[in-house]
């Protein structure tokens, strides 16, 4: 049976009461105290003060502190009034029960709305930020619609600059051969009258360009004279390998890497979402896997933990054989402390890095050292290290993880000697 405070003091205005416990030489560590508008409890075993109050206050408003070994209350009346006791006189057990039982589902009570308005609280902040992430693509959209238009415009000057340049150059080019043809007729003309014995042709058109043709021809069979025989024919044999990894074919696992090849191209074709109908509202860009990874990853160098799972959320939900998307989402899990859907999320991801060839390697690693450190936060040390020897297997000139794998080792060893002695 607890032993009940009979020794506490209380004053009064008209406003609000003032309540001294004494403590008993406790600390605050070790007082519970419970309070609504009607009741009053301080519990520090084995003692107890216990006030069914004689009007109602307001428990909102009311403090309650701790100084120089007592507990001291600060009770706001709900009305102006005096008060003739501290608590209700005369009463007899059942109705003391019912102030009790009714002051403790008003703190239930109390307790809910409480949580109520946290989530609604909660579910604003995750309002807020669609919103934001909304009007970033928005913004980030309009920049991007900009730079094409200007891009168009610089592009369509430079081609109008360059055509100019091509006819002023056409006409440059006309000129000039008009010259050269002019030049060529005043030099037949002289070498003509040189010549005696032969009469002087009319100068017309026709005689012009017959002579032309004739300078032109004479001039190609000097040039034929002086260029070389041409070489016999022949044919060069060229062999091109259909291999795509840069591994030799005797260091190679042809198989696997040919089958990676496949999941990959089959990834590539389309995602697995049977049904688009629920995703009509998304534009064409959000509708691509491979740009929600890309706002994902910004949400997640931003620090937006919870607004980058919902972005892998949806790629995952358009196609859903992608293991960069688990992978990622395991980070943000990590980041969360979600430490068992991180696991979860690895292990998908390297089920889906399957088989283990040089393509995937850094792929692989980074999804055990994920769920590596998952596992080490939740103190399973021995599937930690596991993981981490996994990766370390991949990248074993990696002294981060030597690092990393050394401690992990070391706890193991320090947690076995001490569960020993």
């Not at 992430?133 to 600059?161: H, P, S, V, Y």
Request: charged share 35%; with cysteine; proline share 4%.
């Amino acid at each position: 049976m607890p032993v009940i405070v009979q020794d506490y003091k209380w004053e009064q205005t008209d406003s609000a009461v003032f309540v001294s416990v004494p403590l008993k030489g406790m600390s605050a560590s070790q007082v519970d105290v419970f309070s609504t508008d009607e009741y009053l409890k301080v519990r520090f075993p084995p003692f107890l003060f216990e006030a069914f109050l004689f009007a109602p206050v307001e428990d909102d408003k009311s403090t309650a502190t701790i100084k120089k070994g007592e507990m001291l209350f600060t009770l706001q009346k709900r009305s102006k009034e005096m008060w003739s006791h501290l608590t209700v006189k005369h009463a007899d057990k059942e109705t003391l029960k019912d102030l009790r039982l009714r002051a403790i589902q008003a703190a239930q009570e109390k307790a809910v709305a409480r949580s109520k308005a946290k989530a609604e609280k909660v579910q604003e902040e995750k309002k807020y930020t669609l919103d934001t992430m909304m009007k970033l693509e928005d913004e980030e959209r309009a920049t991007i619609q900009k730079m094409k238009a200007g891009e168009r415009n610089r592009a369509a000057a430079e081609l109008e600059a360059w055509k100019m340049q091509q006819s002023a150059r056409e006409e440059e080019e006309a000129g000039r051969r008009r010259k050269q043809a002019k030049e060529s007729e005043r030099m037949t003309e002289e070498q003509r009258s040189r010549k005696p014995g032969l009469p002087s042709l009319p100068k017309s058109s026709q005689t012009t360009r017959a002579v032309q043709q004739g300078l032109q021809n004479c001039s190609r069979k000097e040039k034929r004279a002086d260029l070389p025989a041409p070489r016999s024919s022949g044919a060069i044999k060229i062999h091109f390998t259909p291999r795509v990894f840069p591994t030799a074919l005797r260091e190679s696992r042809v198989p696997e890497e040919e089958e990676w090849l496949k999941k990959q191209a089959e990834i590539r074709r389309g995602g697995v979402c049977a049904d688009l109908h629920e995703f009509e509202d998304l534009s064409e860009e959000e509708r691509n896997p491979d740009w929600l990874k890309e706002k994902g990853d910004k949400l997640f160098v931003a620090g937006n933990y919870q607004a980058a799972i919902n972005v892998y959320d949806l790629a995952l939900r358009l196609n859903g054989k992608i293991p960069a998307l688990y992978s990622n989402r395991a980070a943000c899990h990590l980041k969360m402390r979600n430490l068992h859907k991180a696991i979860e999320d690895s292990s998908k991801a390297l089920e889906l890095l399957t088989p283990p060839v040089a393509d995937n390697a850094g792929a692989r690693m980074k999804a055990h050292v994920r769920r590596g450190t998952a596992f080490c936060e939740l103190e399973l040390y021995v599937e930690g290290l596991q993981d981490y020897q996994a990766a370390l297997k991949i990248d074993p000139g990696n002294s981060a993880l030597q690092a990393d794998t050394q401690k992990i080792r070391a706890t193991i060893q320090g947690g076995s000697e001490t569960s020993k002695t």
